[in-house]
């Protein structure tokens, strides 16, 4: 993709010196190609309490996100990868100025050093961890806020209102999608030129372990409400996945420490019945006169690390032989839906995290050719249709946006196919062709076969409309993408 985003860059060079008279396009296209050399952005949306903050910090592995009420979550905050920890506080009035790093717990302690919230334009904070290594991750302000200038903050960095959109991809935490929701996914995508583009969008069903009221079993109950979202056809117009995810129990496993554990062991190996019974309320669970053999100081710092669901579970799975910490902390992982959702960032946005940020380009100039007409303007036209032409990348990206609309172009029959052939699932050759890691290159040349005749067939269905056929032939490109990385490989004796 190095060299379409050369391509890209020097074509937004090239609008530029077009639209040099015209500031408030050349303000948008500036602020395009600034993005083009920057990692990829990926903003965590959602209403007050919907545990943004929190599913950052388990994303990070550190407490480096304010999860209280304070005034820090009240103004967007940029979190990057950095050599050495370090927080710089940007002003609306264009000031800049680093603030102390104060850490706590392992992570950081936010501070605004005695700047109102409304005269922040955001925060920036460089972390030392490789999981910002992929993208930078933005921790945004509550939207629905009672606060009307808090949700401005969140409207105006999405691009929902004048200016370009500060991130590239979507994460939105929700409990319960509202149609006020969906019009802010709907105008984010707007903003980024991408009208419809789900592939920029996933949605996380939040603090899934209350879905279930605490119950043990309350991670399976968020799964099938998770089913539903996804089925429901205005949540699957503007997002490409749902997943439910329990944030604190996530953040649990990250930075379980092994006094932890022995903590948790200790009320594994007490009477059942007692600590079933102050597990019951977490008022219960912190008494300084339970009949547990772990201290109140010790049972409070578990309440405030793992919830009580966590608990709850990590006491389970104790009682049912998981022997140390590390294991406990990859069952806790799991369980989280943490994982599947570091799945999903991977293939939805990270692993193709240029293509994104070409095709936002390309959209966005697409947009302000339609809005201004400039002398010269049929060149960058020109241009502008050859990288879409010249691109897959970008033309199945194109595809994957539009494939879940209400009138998609792809034959509902071969929709899922269709989709996961266009990398839904991953760009790998096996994940393409729904095959396991590892799958021979023979069986996976024989699948990659029979999926190119059949979308040779269905782009060449005489019954077939034309933005079906032209789908279909998109997907075509795509098998045989496939199939010749396939044979180069084969003939280069290289293994993938």
């Known amino acids: 993709m190095t060299g379409s985003l050369d391509d890209v860059r020097a074509l937004l060079d090239d609008a530029l ?6 500031p408030a396009a050349a303000a948008r296209l500036e602020a395009q190609r ?9 903003a965590l949306v959602g209403r007050v309490k919907s545990g943004k903050s929190t599913l950052l910090n388990a994303l990070v592995g550190a407490r480096v996100a304010p999860t209280d009420a304070g005034e820090c979550t009240r103004v967007v905050t940029v979190y990057r990868h950095g050599a050495t920890p370090r927080v710089e506080l940007y002003g609306t009035d264009g000031g800049r100025r680093t603030l102390p790093v104060r850490r706590a717990d392992g992570g950081l302690r936010l501070e605004l050093g005695g700047t109102p919230p409304e005269e922040v334009a955001q925060l920036v904070v460089d972390w030392p961890t490789e999981d910002l290594l992929p993208a930078t991750v933005v921790d945004t302000p509550g939207i629905a806020s009672l606060s009307t200038g808090t949700s401005a903050r969140t409207h105006g960095f999405l691009g929902t209102e004048d200016g370009p959109a500060g991130a590239d991809a979507v994460v939105f935490l929700t409990r319960q999608p509202q149609p006020e929701d969906v019009a802010v996914l709907a105008a984010f995508q707007a903003g980024t030129g991408g009208e419809g583009a789900l ?3 996933i949605t996380v ?9 605490g119950r043990l079993d309350a991670l399976h109950a968020a799964d099938k409400v998770a089913r539903r979202m996804s089925a429901d056809p205005q949540v699957a117009a503007v997002s490409s996945a749902v997943v439910p995810v329990a944030g604190l129990l996530a953040l649990a496993a990250r930075t379980l420490r092994h006094g932890d554990y022995v903590a948790l062991r200790a009320l594994a190996g007490a009477d059942q019945a007692q600590v ?26 578990l309440l405030d690390r793992l919830g009580l669901f966590g608990i709850r579970l990590s006491i389970g799975l104790v009682r049912a032989g998981v022997p140390d910490a590390t294991a406990l902390a990859e069952e806790l992982l799991r ?54 032409l010249g691109t897959p990348d970008l033309a199945e990206l194109d595809l994957l946006a539009r494939s879940r609309a209400a009138d998609g172009p792809l034959p509902p029959e071969l929709r899922i196919e269709g989709e996961r052939l266009l990398g839904a699932q991953g760009t790998a050759p096996a994940a393409r062709l729904g095959l396991p890691a590892g799958t021979p290159d023979d069986a996976l040349r024989r699948a990659a076969l029979e999926a190119l005749a059949r979308w040779r067939t269905a782009a060449d269905d005489p ?7 032209d789908a279909a032939e998109v997907v075509v490109r795509a098998c045989e993408a496939l199939l010749a990385g396939l044979d180069s490989s084969v003939a280069g004796g290289r293994p993938r």
């Open 335 to 388: 369980r989280s839906g943490l994982a599947e959702l570091q799945r999903l960032l991977r293939v939805h946005f990270t692993e193709r995290g240029a293509q994104l940020r070409a095709g936002t380009a390309l959209r966005l100039l697409e947009a302000v050719l339609a809005e201004h007409s400039v002398p010269g303007d049929d060149g960058l036209r020109a241009e502008l249709e050859r990288l879409r």
């Open 199 to 201: 592939t920029t969008t």
């Open 34 to 42: 600034r993005r083009l050399d920057e990692p990829l952005r990926v």
């Open 205 to 213: 069903l939040s603090r899934a372990d209350e879905v279930g009221a």
């Open 463 to 469: 019954l077939a409309g034309r933005a079906t056929a």
């Open 276 to 301: 079933s019974r102050v597990l019951l309320t977490a008022d219960r669970f912190t008494r300084p006169d339970a009949p547990v053999p772990v201290s109140v100081e010790v049972r409070t710092a």
């Open 17 to 22: 010196a077009h639209y040099a008279d015209v």
